[in-house]
């Protein structure tokens, strides 16, 4: 039987996550994939970075990635969204984003995916328990809401904070900053809490979905809860993940997420929903 060609991968963004899930599938860790390109905005330094790796990827601007592989993780700031995604999507290749809350802006690229065979994949990232999010909506879900919960340097710098002059660096107590939908969430806090955009599309979508954002600083973890009603039962979830550490807004488990759904695209046997 002729084994199937490796799927190439190419990764937008040498960040806390790129960079372990650009290590991950050069160093193996994915059967049945290969690292082809990288991206980054310092190519410099992105190439000090490949140099040491089994094969170094070649190092491609964003709009390159889709020439030359089939699975493009988009790991870059959501300001480059909309110009990488609408290529990937163009070429009918396979978008695996981690700005998931920029997603929500550009429904129409899930309709030209449609057109194109193109697929988006989003990983389950920070949180826990998607698979029961999508199994109960099948049925009918009533309520969804998720409360995040960050020290405050994983929140700084937030658009929502500074339009809202909210000042959180000297903090002796949690403090309610956001309560809206995964709408509100995803534009007030576009680097902190893609999980809110994740677990929409998961669920009842960004209006219903409801959010709750905190600055905690009685905590060293990023805490993700979710509670959940629908016609199937009850359910609810929560998660401490401990930040990355060169990137306190996002935990370490979320590269972990993307190497694990790379794993799921090749594996002969997957487990869940």
């Known amino acids: 039987m002729t084994q199937a060609p490796d799927l190439r991968v190419a990764i ?3 960040g806390a996550i790129g ?21 980054a905005k310092d190519r410099t330094r992105a190439a000090r970075r490949v140099a040491e790796f089994r094969t170094p990827p070649d190092i491609l601007p964003l709009e390159g990635l889709a020439e030359v592989a089939d699975v493009i993780v988009e790991c870059a700031p959501a300001a480059v969204f909309p110009d990488l995604a609408a290529g990937v999507i163009a070429k009918g290749r396979c978008l695996m984003p981690l700005s998931v809350g920029a997603l929500l802006n550009h429904p129409d690229l ?23 999010v999508r199994a109960m909506a099948v049925g009918t879900i009533h309520t969804v809401t998720l ?29 309610c900053v956001l309560r809206g939908s995964a709408r509100d969430a995803a534009r007030g806090f576009p680097a902190n809490v893609n999980v809110a955009a994740a677990l929409a ?8 979905t409801q959010v709750e954002v905190w600055a905690d600083p009685t905590i060293d973890r990023n805490i993700q809860s979710v509670t959940i ?3 199937s039962g009850e359910a609810t979830m929560t998660m401490n993940n401990i ?12 590269a972990n997420s993307v190497i694990a ?13």
């Open 147 to 175: 409360q995040t919960r960050k020290p405050p340097n994983g929140l700084a710098g937030a658009p929502h904070l500074t339009d809202n002059n909210i000042d959180i660096s000297n903090l002796t107590e949690p403090l």
């Open 12 to 14: 937008a963004g040498l």
């Open 229 to 231: 009603k629908s016609d």
């Open 201 to 208: 599309l998961a669920g009842i979508g960004p209006e219903d």
């Open 243 to 254: 930040p990355s550490d060169d990137n306190p807004r996002t935990g370490r488990i979320v």
């Open 19 to 39: 960079l372990r899930a650009a290590k991950a599938v050069d160093a193996g860790e994915v059967p049945g994939m290969r690292l082809t390109a990288v991206s």
């Open 261 to 273: 759904t790379l794993q799921r695209m090749t594996a002969p046997m997957v487990a869940g929903s």
């Open 110 to 132: 899930i309709e030209q995916a449609k057109q194109t065979g193109a697929k988006i994949i989003v990983p389950t990232g920070a949180l826990i328990g998607l698979d029961t």
